[in-house]
Every structure is written in structure tokens, then in C-alpha cells.
């Protein structure tokens, strides 16, 4: 597979290193992150500052601008291949709820959204974890059966784990990501946030759709009365 690989926490932190070291003897692994922490940059792009870029080896870049800045330059620029997926993480810290709005982790994998696989998003639900390992390695094992995931295409995936150290052996729940969170409170069966802190594996399908078909003829019959004659 040929994946593009980021994250929002910095090019250097121990999250993608351990992902690079799990994925890059089977994968071809293109790794560009930003060269700062850029979390909660959500989907903002550079446009006001030249980008710059650094190169380490041949497949490992810094960038000095978000995550998703990270994704297009990698893609326009310097990937030396076709990429399939991004994968982007790893994140010390869950991002769950409407904090995934906010995540540059799950913003850089929306911005993968188009590519031949559904990109995922990783992060683990601690900030005080140093070992990333049990999470590359999960990550891995859903690289290696993507090809049986038949999902509609713009959706990405994600993936919240549990502290490896809390729940040493976690089951998976596919779950949904709630905005709304008197809507989580009544789904809390199926709710992200409510599965990771039982010790579950919590995989959510995203997908970015900005059209709301239930309330066009409600919004149409307002506008009725703004026409300006």
C-alpha cells in the first residue's frame, strides 16, 4: 500500500515514529509532519506564510505548516509516488465527539478522503503514554484488510484505542462520532466517547456532507419572504 503518513503533533514525536517503524518494511511510506506541535488546527491551511520544507531521507520530510498543509504538499509535490491512503497519527489523546471537528489528527485524514482507501485517523486515549506500539501495530493489522471494507467513498476512519496499559487485550466497537451531545447521551451504546472509556477499540466512518435534505424545503419556504423587490 502506499500511504501518506502525518500527523498534528510534530514530524518527530514518538506517535508517527512508532507507525513508521510498523508500516515501512510492508508499505511504501511517504512521512511528512509539521515541525511544531500543530494540534487543533482542524482542517486550516497556510496561505499567508511561504511553506517550507525539510528533507531527512528520501521518504521523511518536515513541513512548517498544519497538518493538512502537510497532506496537499506531500500529494502536489514531494510523494514520489501515487498514494492510496493517509494515515495520520499517531495522537497521544482520544479524539472523540465534536472534538474531532477540531483535531488536525482527523482533519489531515479528511483531507485523504478521496484517495483509493479510506484514510484513518489514530489516536489513543491517554496523553501521558510513551509507548505507541500496541496501536501501530492495530493499525497495521487494518491496513492489511482494507481491501475487504467495501464503505462509500469520502469516508475515513476513526480509530480511538484504549491505553494498551488499562486494557491490555480491548475488544472492537464500531461506533458513531456525535456532535451533538444530548444525541450521544441517547446512543450511548453506539456512542464513541462511551466505548473508548469502556476499553474498547472505537471505529468511527466519518464522512464530510454539507447538504441537509431534511430541512431544504423548511429553509426554501423561509427565503420565500427575503426576495428584495
Known amino acids: 500500500m502506499k500511504i501518506i503518513l502525518t500527523n498534528d503533533d510534530g514530524f518527530d514525536h514518538p506517535g508517527i515514529k512508532a507507525l513508521f517503524r510498523e508500516l515501512h518494511d510492508?508499505?511504501?511510506?511517504f512521512l511528512i509532519g509539521p515541525d511544531q506541535n500543530r494540534s487543533g488546527f482542524s482542517s486550516a491551511i497556510t496561505f499567508l506564510t511561504p511553506l517550507r520544507h525539510k528533507k531527512y531521507t528520501d521518504n521523511i520530510f518536515s513541513l512548517n505548516g498544519t497538518p493538512v498543509d502537510c497532506v496537499k504538499v506531500a500529494r502536489n509535490m514531494l510523494c514520489p509516488f501515487e498514494?492510496?491512503?493517509v494515515v495520520s497519527g499517531i495522537n497521544p489523546g482520544p479524539n472523540l465527539g465534536s472534538d474531532a471537528i477540531l483535531s488536525g489528527t482527523?482533519?489531515?485524514?479528511?483531507?485523504?478522503?478521496n484517495l483509493k482507501y479510506p484514510s484513518i485517523a489514530v489516536s489513543v486515549a491517554s496523553?501521558?503514554?510513551?509507548?505507541?506500539?500496541?496501536?501501530?501495530?492495530?493499525?497495521?493489522?487494518v491496513l492489511d484488510n482494507?481491501?475487504?471494507?467495501?464503505i462509500e467513498d469520502f469516508q475515513i476512519l476513526n480509530i480511538n484505542?484504549?491505553?494498551?496499559?488499562?486494557?491490555?487485550?480491548?475488544?472492537?466497537?464500531?461506533?458513531?462520532?456525535f456532535l451533538n451531545n444530548e444525541?450521544?447521551?441517547k446512543n450511548l451504546d453506539v456512542s464513541d466517547r462511551k466505548n473508548l472509556e469502556d476499553g474498547f477499540i472505537s471505529i468511527s466512518p466519518i464522512k464530510i456532507d454539507m447538504h441537509s435534505n431534511a430541512q431544504q424545503k423548511v429553509?426554501?419556504?423561509?427565503?420565500?419572504?427575503l426576495q428584495i423587490n
Open 219 to 225: 429553509v426554501a419556504d423561509w427565503a420565500k419572504n
Open 161 to 177: 484505542v484504549p491505553d494498551h496499559n488499562e486494557f491490555p487485550d480491548p475488544e472492537i466497537k464500531i461506533t458513531k462520532t
Open 83 to 85: 498514494p492510496e491512503i
Open 106 to 113: 482527523v482533519g489531515a485524514a479528511l483531507d485523504g478522503r
Open 26 to 29: 510492508k508499505h511504501d511510506v
Open 183 to 185: 444525541e450521544c447521551e
Open 127 to 141: 496523553f501521558e503514554i510513551n509507548d505507541f506500539s500496541f496501536a501501530a501495530k492495530f493499525i497495521a493489522k
Open 146 to 150: 482494507l481491501d475487504n471494507l467495501e
